[in-house]
């Protein structure tokens, strides 16, 4: 059978990296990836793999190529059947064809690739990171930035030893009308804020519960299951709401808005949170809450969520006001955050919704429209390629936003135990059984080293 | 391929106003030709219409039956209209199982109100494939398995349908282009390079027209969204398969004669290609254009390039050249204010092998126009 098609498939340099994984933590192995790192020199052409095609990667991959300075060079995905929809988004904007790939290691040896674009399930968004990392590559990764806090402080650890740029995939980071509501909180106007809602409140309908099936022609499962277990394959997003895969519905959602309220707020990692809710209305199979309410406390200020995924009278801020000079419907926007200050009151909405004030009084004193920053947050990215500088959503911002999604399925994993949490040893100081889920058990040889 | 256009000028007027044979001969409308057109007085109805002509393909069958659809207009061409088929009686439009002389009856012509002196149709047909009767086996979740609403496979006992023997092309596309596109309606900024869509759009608002290049005319129809092939059908009278259709246009039922007589049984009913289960470019040989330069086409092939590999009824690329829009969609609330997401099957001539099978699909924006894409129509 001839060849017809440019798979790239790994050389024999496959077996040195599988080596090194499963045996990691051996400070050889180490010193043979550090001797590779090879550093582009940022040019005016960023010399980008893609990591995922899935309609995230396509979406994001397409606004990468947009821009005259950026040429796709891989498109990666563990699935050959996602590559015709990439290939053909390239076409359109670059003469040149990217290679693929279903291995991304692949891309990570190649030396003539700048930065890698990860858009997998989460399960990958940390091994994938610190590799890229080790690899000399810098990395825009998909939020939430990974599924344990032990996984975020590795990530940190690894963008900081190989000096990479990371940008993580909250583009509220780059909205204009984010900066303005911060720089109004932080002026003190809003007075002391000592409550902070976060809301997440969805009318999701049931995974999928396929059957077992062999697993199909062109599908790496061994790949796409990588770090978390190698269950029997079964089709669809069964997946989403499984402790080993993914942070659930709720928490690679919500992420964005509690990106939001903590940039704003400007705080850090919580002193504690408690849970409540859980599994109460699907009956799917899902191991992650389908109805949560947490609270996190912080010096002077409690932070609360609520989310649910079986809430018909709540929608995500439409389409045709993102991008508009209207403002959602605030009672039922689903995806809203309410400051309470001892002088006002403050609401802003995630995907362009703008926000608004309302002093003692209740009148308005302050409002602006906003804008989706999917560009801008892809235009900074390359910026920092550039200039080396921190990027607007950096990964130790982002490990902490993580942190809090993670703290809060902790809690229900424990029976919705009150937690207290030492950012210092990253652990939890009253519970042993949670300090479990800090770390994840994952398989060989997808094993994230102590030391990265 | 000849459309046919007539003015009635008088009682009685027999007149073969126009034939016209486009450049691309076979590009996929079928040869229609010897158009008549009479207006006769009945005793008790008014007056009918009577339409003859001969339709000269010779591979029209019951199991392949031709599609005539006819269209008209009141106002010299400038407005044009599907003729429903409910007006029509003889043995000449919708389905026609053989090829020969064919006369079409067209009642109630005055009761309805239309000036008869004034009028002009034109008449085309499309090569068609029938899918009997009867069950299947599914092995692809509509929408991909990604639609959370749909908890189970679709019923997949279907009644007897039709389908489009071949992809839609750039010259049928053209055609609707000039006829209902005069003011640009069916165009997208997309297909402005003409080297890559294979139409040249000349002219200024309201007077498009549109030709083919060169060597295109049989090539699919390409960057057309959703709601352009959704069009373009309607005016045919068509519309897109469901997923379940098109699945089971692909791989055919348990028996391919039908659940009625259950005399042939399907040898592969749960074949991956068209063909059978051998690779798409097994033994060396190429049976349909995927990515590659191995199956001898770079970029999209004319359709029905590889006819000796199409399904067990005989529907041509099905696998591979263009992927094919087809009616499921599927949404989330996660897109909220986004019109859903279309399914396209089949794969493209830059899939890999695997994506060109029986189950896989992709999910697309519908207002997608893509390179990739085209459709076919089905008629039930």
């Known amino acids: ?452 | 391929m000849i459309i046919y256009m007539n003015i009635f000028r008088s009682i009685f007027l027999v007149m073969i106003v126009l034939l016209w044979f486009t450049v691309n001969a076979f590009s996929q409308w079928l040869d229609i030709t010897d158009v008549k057109i009479k207006k006769e007085m009945t005793e008790m109805a008014g007056p009918e219409i009577v339409i003859e002509y001969d339709l000269e393909s010779q591979d029209i069958s019951e199991k392949s039956p031709a599609y005539v659809f006819i269209r008209f207009s009141q106002d010299g061409g400038t407005h044009w209209n599907l003729l429903p088929l409910q007006y029509l009686r003889g043995n000449g439009f919708d389905m026609v199982s053989s090829a020969g002389h064919k006369k079409i009856y067209w009642w109630g012509v005055a009761e309805l109100g239309f000036d008869i002196d004034s009028m002009e149709i034109k008449i085309r047909g499309l090569q068609m494939v029938r899918i009997p009767g009867g069950e299947f086996i599914m092995k692809s979740f509509p929408g991909g398995g990604k639609d959370p609403s749909v908890e189970a496979k679709p019923n997949t006992m279907l009644p007897e349908y039709f389908i489009s023997k071949n992809e839609t092309t750039i010259t049928m596309y053209a055609d609707y282009l000039n006829e209902m596109g005069r003011r640009g309606f069916g165009w997208n900024r997309r297909m402005k390079d003409s080297l890559k869509c294979g139409i040249v759009r000349e002219g200024l608002d309201p007077d498009y027209s549109y030709s083919v290049k060169p060597q295109k005319g049989n090539h699919p129809v390409n960057y057309v969204s959703w709601y352009d092939a959704v069009s373009f059908l309607g005016w045919c009278g068509l519309t897109l398969p469901t997923e379940v259709m098109w699945e089971k246009a692909f791989v055919g039922g348990i028996y391919l004669d039908g659940d009625d007589s259950k005399k042939e049984k399907n040898p592969f009913p749960e074949r991956k290609f068209p063909w059978g289960n051998e690779a798409p470019d097994g033994d060396d040989l190429y049976r349909c254009n995927f990515d590659g330069e191995g199956d001898g086409f770079v970029k999209t092939a004319p359709v029905g390039s590889f006819e000796k590999y199409n399904s067990p009824y005989g529907v041509s690329d099905l696998a591979g050249n263009v992927a094919e829009w087809t009616l499921d969609w599927y949404t989330t609330s996660f897109h909220a204010g986004i019109d859903g997401f279309r399914m396209v099957r089949g794969g493209s001539r830059i899939d890999l092998p695997v994506g060109v099978d029986a189950v896989s699909g992709a999910t697309q924006f519908p207002i997608k126009e893509s390179n990739i894409i085209g459709f076919r129509g089905v008629k039930k």
């Open chain 1, 1 to 452: 059978m001839c060849i017809y098609y440019q798979l790239t498939i790994r050389n024999m340099k496959t077996i040195k990296r599988r080596e090194f994984l499963e045996t990691l933590g051996a400070a050889s192995a180490y010193t043979v990836l550090s001797s590779n790192i090879v550093h582009a020199a940022p040019s005016d052409k960023i010399n980008l793999g893609v990591m995922g095609l899935g309609g995230r990667g396509v979406y994001m991959m397409e606004r990468f190529v947009k821009r005259p300075d950026v040429e796709v060079v891989y498109l990666c995905d563990v699935d050959q059947r996602r590559f015709s929809v990439a290939r053909e988004a390239v076409s359109e904007y670059q003469d040149k064809e990217p290679k693929l790939t279903q291995d991304f290691r692949v891309m990570l040896d190649d030396p003539n690739v700048d930065a890698i674009y990860i858009a997998t399930p989460d399960h990958w968004h940390a091994l994938g990171t610190i590799m890229a990392c080790q690899a000399g590559k810098d990395v825009y990764v998909e939020k939430p930035l990974c599924v344990t806090p032990w996984e975020g402080k590795k990530m940190v650890e690894a963008a900081k030893k190989y000096n990479r740029v990371i940008q993580v995939g909250s583009q509220s980071r780059s909205s204009q009308y984010v900066d303005d509501a911060a720089e109004y909180v932080r002026s003190g106007k809003l007075g002391d804020i000592h409550i902070a809602r976060v809301y997440h409140l969805m009318n999701l309908n049931n995974n999928h519960t396929a059957k077992e099936e062999p697993v199909p022609d062109g599908l790496d499962y061994e790949m796409w299951c990588g770090p978390a277990p190698k269950l029997p394959y079964r089709p669809g997003t069964w997946w989403r709401d499984m402790w080993d895969f993914n942070t659930g519905s709720i928490g690679g959602d919500i992420y964005h808005q509690l990106d939001i309220a903590r940039y704003i707020l400007d705080k850090s990692d919580p002193k504690s949170v408690y849970s409540s809710g859980g599994v109460q209305y699907f009956k799917d199979g899902r191991e992650i809450p389908d109805t949560l309410l947490a609270e996190y406390e912080y010096d002077k200020l409690t932070l609360h969520v609520e989310a649910a995924l079986w809430t018909p009278n709540y929608i995500k801020t439409p389409f045709s006001i993102r991008d508009s000079d209207q403002y959602p419907n605030w009672e039922f926007n689903s995806t809203k955050v309410e400051l309470l200050g001892t002088e006002g009151f403050l609401r802003i909405g995630r995907h362009g919704g703008g926000w608004q004030v309302f002093d003692a009084q209740g009148e308005m004193v302050i409002s602006e429209y906003g804008r989706q920053t999917n560009e801008e947050h892809i235009g900074n990215f390359i910026d920092c390629i550039k200039t080396r500088k921190k990027t607007n959503s950096n990964v130790e911002d982002a490990r902490q936003s993580a942190l809090l999604v993670q703290m809060a399925n902790i809690s229900s994993r424990v029976g919705n135990q009150k937690l207290l949490y030492d950012a210092k040893t990253n652990n939890f100081t009253n519970s042993k059984e949670a300090n479990k889920y800090v770390r994840r058990k994952d398989r060989k040889p997808w094993i994230i080293p102590e030391t990265v």
